[in-house]
């Protein structure tokens, strides 16, 4: 059995309570259950992390492209928070590990600041989910599922 590896990024964890107006009321605890349903019946084991870190995010992007490398791994699912439109540090991880990414986010971030519109991540993404609130999750879930068997 594949896993599917979740990796979310800063502020993340407020999630429930961080301006409910634009990420919703569901918690970080809520996303995982949600995950391990969406993983549970696409047949993935579900690795589900979050870290305010930039470089714990690089260093479990490098163990994600061993898994892979190895044949445990379906792929990398990842919020990155504000580091999408910062971090050259993530984009060059995802790069250099080869590692099948789904770029994650919970609002519209075309539809907020000027500065959430671009993103370091999604050139080295095979997809962009944004704007469909936690339910993103279980889409980019099944777009790993496809993925794995070339839907």
Request: glycine share 12%; hydrophobic share 45%; aromatic share 6%.
């Amino acid at each position: 059995m594949k896993t599917a590896l979740i990796l979310n990024g800063p502020n993340l964890n407020l999630l429930g309570t961080r301006e409910p107006a634009v990420y919703g009321s569901h918690t970080l605890a809520d996303v995982e259950k949600l995950c391990a349903q969406a993983c549970a019946s696409h047949g993935f084991a579900l690795d589900f992390r979050q870290s305010n870190h930039e470089g714990v995010l690089v260093d479990w992007l490098h163990e994600a492209g061993r898994a892979q490398a190895a044949g445990t791994l379906a792929g990398v699912i990842l919020n990155a928070g504000a580091y999408t439109h910062t971090s050259v540090a993530l984009f060059d991880a995802i790069k250099g590990t080869g590692v099948t990414l789904i770029e994650l986010h919970i609002s519209n971030v075309f539809a907020r600041e000027a500065f959430r519109h671009h993103s370091y991540i999604s050139p080295a993404a095979k997809a962009v989910i944004c704007g469909l609130g936690v339910s993103g999750y279980a889409l980019a879930i099944a777009g790993l599922a496809g993925m794995q068997t070339g839907v």
